[in-house]
C-alpha cells in the first residue's frame, strides 16, 4: 500500500533531499508533505516542492514563531498559499510547553492562519503541545472542517481525539506511537476509525523505534505505518488511510 507521509521539514534535513526522497519511494512512500514552520522555511518547503513531483507544500508560521506573524507575512503567506503546489496551512497552533512566544501572540496567530485557511479553502494542520484545552475551544469556534483540519503529532487521550474527528478533522500519528511507552496514544489508534487516522515523520524528528534520538526521514513512515497496522490488527497491505490533502486524485 503506497502512503503519504503527511507532515515532515524536509528543508531541516543534513542530508541531499533528493537521495532521502529516493529511499522514501522505495520504502513505499508516494507523497510528501514539507511543512513550514516560518515565512522562511515556507519559501524553502514551496521552492522543493517544485523541484520534487512527491513533495507538496504547506506555509504557516510555527507557535514558537508566532509573534513574528505580523501583516506583512501573513500576506506573503497568502501569496504563497496561491501556488498549486501549496496544499494546505501550517503549521499554527499553540505550544504551552515552550512559550517562546507570548500566549497571546499563539492564539492571534493561530486564528489568523485558521482564517487564512478558511478564506482559501485549504486544510490546517495544528501544532499542540501542552494546550489541549485552548487548542480545542479554539477549534471548535472554526467547525465544522469538513476534513480540512489535520492535529500533526498528535498527543491528547482517546476522548480528545474522538472530538477533533467529531469537528470533521483528522488525528495524525508520528514516531512515538511505536515507542513502547506509548500506551496513550496506542489506545488512541486503536479506539478511532481508520478514516480519521494519520501517519507523518515530522522529520528530521521524531524517528520510529529503533531509531529513537536519531535523525528522522520519509523512509521511516513505513515503520509507523506498521504498527498502525499492527495496532488495528489487519496486514499492512490492507492498511487504507485518507488523503486529506487531495493528492492522490
Known amino acids: 500500500m503506497p502512503f503519504i507521509d503527511t507532515h515532515a521539514h524536509l528543508d531541516l534535513l543534513e542530508e541531499e533531499v533528493g537521495a532521502a526522497l529516493e529511499r522514501a519511494q522505495k520504502a513505499g512512500v ?3 508533505v514539507t511543512v513550514g514552520i516560518s515565512l522562511s522555511s515556507s519559501r524553502r518547503a514551496l521552492e522543493l516542492a517544485h523541484a520534487f513531483p512527491a513533495v507538496w507544500a504547506v506555509v504557516g508560521v510555527h507557535p514558537h514563531d508566532a509573534s513574528d506573524l505580523d501583516a506583512g507575512t501573513l500576506r506573503e503567506l497568502r501569496r504563497l498559499a496561491g501556488d498549486p503546489r501549496v496544499v494546505g496551512i501550517g503549521e499554527t497552533g499553540l505550544d504551552f510547553y515552550r512559550n517562546l ?5 499563539q492564539e492571534r496567530a493561530f486564528r489568523s492562519l485558521l482564517d487564512l485557511a478558511a478564506e482559501l479553502s485549504l486544510p490546517v494542520v495544528v501544532h499542540d503541545r501542552e494546550a489541549h ?3 480545542m475551544r479554539i477549534l471548535e469556534e472554526y467547525a465544522p472542517f469538513g476534513g480540512r483540519l489535520v492535529m500533526h503529532c498528535f498527543s491528547g487521550d482517546l476522548d480528545m481525539a474522538r472530538a477533533v ?3 470533521g478533522g483528522y488525528v495524525s500519528v508520528a ?3 511505536t515507542f513502547q511507552n506509548a500506551r496513550r496514544l496506542q489506545e488512541v489508534v486503536r479506539g478511532l476509525p481508520l478514516q480519521g487516522l494519520l501517519v507523518e515523520t515530522d522529520c528530521p524528528f521524531l524517528s520510529p523505534h529503533p531509531y529513537r534520538g536519531k535523525p528522522n526521514s520519509p523512509e521511516r513512515l513505513a515503520l ?3 504498527k498502525v497496522a499492527e495496532l488495528k490488527g489487519i496486514p499492512l497491505e ?3 488511510l485518507p488523503d486529506p490533502f487531495s493528492l492522490q486524485t
Do not use: F, H, K, N
Open 165 to 167: 474527528l467529531d469537528l
Open 133 to 135: 484545552q485552548d487548542t
Open 175 to 177: 514516531g512515538p506511537v
Open 238 to 240: 490492507e492498511l487504507r
Open 101 to 105: 512566544s507570548p500566549r497571546g501572540d
Open 224 to 226: 509507523i505505518a506498521a
Open 30 to 32: 508516494v507523497a510528501v
